[in-house]
């Protein structure tokens, strides 16, 4: 089998060693067969790409054509972040700036806009906090005036008996009946019950440091996204549930103890259908 080259690379193929194929061609040299092996088996093993990258950044040759074909899948892919990539190529004393200024500029660009959009949906969830405190406030502090003239079920004029919700919408008593439920507003039920699944899905979520740890190893190369995604499931916070049912408040433990708790009060009052506090 010594510099069998031919037998060698159909054991490699066999047994799905890619990276070892890969490798055969770097020792020979062979840079149109190790683009071809990224080209055949990248799919599969999509980090192919990363280690054709750092391959031509070794070299002092002239392999300007090389890496920007390279660098165009992994871009294609979103392999590798910018920074890592030019961290990459500083190796390289014959790379220049403008084998990656158009990666690096198209990379920017899309940075730019997610930051909009971002900004943009952040306003907007700031907006819709500062309406729903003072609903709250006006809730808590004034009386609710009801002036329905239609039930919001049958879509009759309104009459006696009838039943209003906080929320605003209004039922003929007879229609109410009929409901699932007769104490929360049949068109806010499935609202209120999402947001009430969120609360149990971070009861669930809250200790599992260990998955965190798990999922934060895989995606190192976007491990932002990982820390904000378990951020957001409250994994490093502090959560206390509070309910108007005597003996019903519980502590749950976190990953991570920050100095300032998060506190979810779910509040049900005649007729509101329930509200949520944060």
Same mark, same amino acid.
């Given at each position: 089998?010594?510099?069998? @080259?031919?037998?060698?690379?159909?054991?490699?193929?066999?047994?799905?060693?890619?990276?070892?194929?890969?490798?055969?061609?770097? &020792?020979?040299?062979?840079?149109?067969?190790?683009?071809?092996?990224?080209?055949?088996?990248?799919?599969?093993?999509? !980090?192919?790409?990363?280690? /054709?990258? =750092?391959?031509?950044?070794? $070299?002092?040759?002239?392999?300007?054509?090389?890496?920007?074909?390279?660098?165009?899948?992994?871009?294609?892919?979103?392999?590798?972040?910018?920074?890592?990539?030019? %961290?990459?190529?500083?190796?390289?004393?014959?790379?220049?700036?403008?084998?990656?200024?158009?990666?690096?500029?198209?990379?920017?660009?899309?940075? =730019?806009?997610?930051?909009?959009?971002?900004?943009?949906?952040? $306003?907007?969830?700031?907006? &819709?906090?500062?309406?729903?405190?003072?609903?709250?406030? %006006?809730?808590?502090?004034? /009386?609710?005036?009801?002036?329905?003239?239609?039930?919001?079920?049958?879509? !009759?004029?309104?009459?006696?008996?009838?039943?209003?919700?906080?929320?605003?919408?209004?039922?003929?008593?007879?229609?109410?009946?009929?409901?699932?439920?007769?104490?929360?507003?049949?068109?806010?039920?499935?609202? !209120?019950?999402?947001?009430?699944?969120?609360?149990? /899905?971070?009861?669930?979520?809250?200790?599992?440091?260990?998955?965190?740890?798990?999922?934060?190893? @895989?995606?190192?190369?976007?491990?932002? =996204?990982?820390?904000?995604?378990?951020?957001?499931?409250?994994?490093? !916070?502090?959560?206390?549930?509070?309910?108007?049912?005597?003996?019903?408040?519980? %502590?749950?433990?976190?990953?991570?103890?920050?100095?300032?708790?998060?506190?979810?009060?779910?509040?049900?009052?005649?007729?509101?259908?329930?509200?949520?506090?944060?």
């Amino acid at each position: 089998m010594h510099d069998f @080259r031919a037998g060698i690379l159909h054991l490699y193929e066999k047994a799905r060693l890619y990276r070892q194929i890969l490798q055969y061609y770097m &020792d020979q040299n062979e840079y149109d067969h190790v683009i071809e092996t990224c080209n055949d088996h990248g799919k599969k093993e999509p !980090n192919l790409w990363i280690l /054709a990258l =750092s391959y031509f950044a070794r $070299k002092e040759e002239d392999c300007k054509d090389y890496i920007a074909g390279v660098l165009a899948h992994i871009e294609k892919k979103a392999l590798m972040p910018p920074l890592m990539v030019v %961290q990459t190529l500083a190796h390289n004393s014959t790379c220049t700036l403008a084998v990656v200024k158009d990666f690096i500029t198209r990379k920017l660009k899309e940075e =730019s806009e997610q930051i909009a959009k971002d900004q943009d949906l952040i $306003k907007k969830y700031r907006e &819709d906090t500062e309406r729903m405190k003072r609903e709250i406030e %006006q809730l808590k502090t004034s /009386a609710k005036v009801f002036q329905p003239t239609k039930c919001h079920s049958c879509t !009759n004029p309104i009459d006696l008996p009838a039943v209003h919700f906080l929320c605003g919408h209004s039922y003929h008593q007879a229609c109410l009946e009929v409901a699932e439920s007769e104490t929360e507003c049949p068109l806010c039920v499935e609202k !209120n019950r999402e947001v009430l699944d969120l609360i149990r /899905a971070q009861e669930q979520t809250t200790g599992l440091h260990e998955d965190f740890h798990t999922e934060l190893e @895989r995606k190192k190369t976007d491990a932002f =996204s990982v820390v904000a995604d378990y951020f957001g499931r409250g994994v490093f !916070n502090k959560v206390t549930l509070l309910t108007d049912a005597p003996g019903a408040v519980r %502590q749950l433990p976190a990953a991570v103890d920050l100095p300032k708790n998060i506190v979810l009060t779910t509040r049900t009052g005649r007729g509101a259908g329930g509200d949520t506090h944060f």
